[in-house]
């Protein structure tokens, strides 16, 4: 009996932990960054975010796929954010968690820390061109900026 509650207190708590981690989609304000677009048809949307329930010094990114086949990975280039309080902060390149987009689909990076303390928020982002490495499978790799036209959204 004591072993069965020391596993639900265990279990109990490692869910906890997962809830308050705010990895879902809908805890995060999102703003486009840049789209690429080929025949006017937008096929893949990246954006960054903070969360909604107030900046805590974390980024994140986001990319969603409108292409019709999927995507076996995505990588996004270093990135330098300017801070409200005139800082600037650079991030090394990251790895979307999901390694398979299917079409329509989207994966998001795992959160980037900007700041420790002192939090004075993201006033702009960039990312070095190329913006995002593509891989379709099979060796079919591309920069995104080959495939098409980049619009970067205002910011």
Do not use: C
């Amino acid at each position: 009996m004591t072993k069965k509650l020391v596993l639900l207190t265990a279990i109990f708590l490692i869910l906890t932990q997962f809830a308050n981690a705010q990895y879902h989609e809908r805890d995060w304000k999102w703003q486009p960054y840049a789209s690429l677009t080929k025949g006017g048809k937008i096929f893949i949307v990246l954006y960054y975010g903070t969360l909604i329930d107030g900046y805590n010094g974390k980024v994140r990114w986001k990319i969603e796929s409108r292409a019709a086949k999927p995507l076996f990975g995505v990588d996004l280039g270093a990135q330098t954010y300017e801070l409200k309080n005139g800082e600037k902060v650079q991030r090394d390149k990251r790895v979307f968690k999901t390694r398979r987009i299917k079409p329509g689909g989207d994966a998001m990076t795992l959160p980037v820390v900007i700041e420790q303390q002192g939090f004075s928020g993201v006033e702009d982002a960039e990312v070095e061109t190329p913006e995002i490495i593509l891989d379709f499978g099979e060796d079919r790799v591309y920069e995104w900026n080959k495939l098409g036209k980049i619009e970067l959204a205002v910011q």
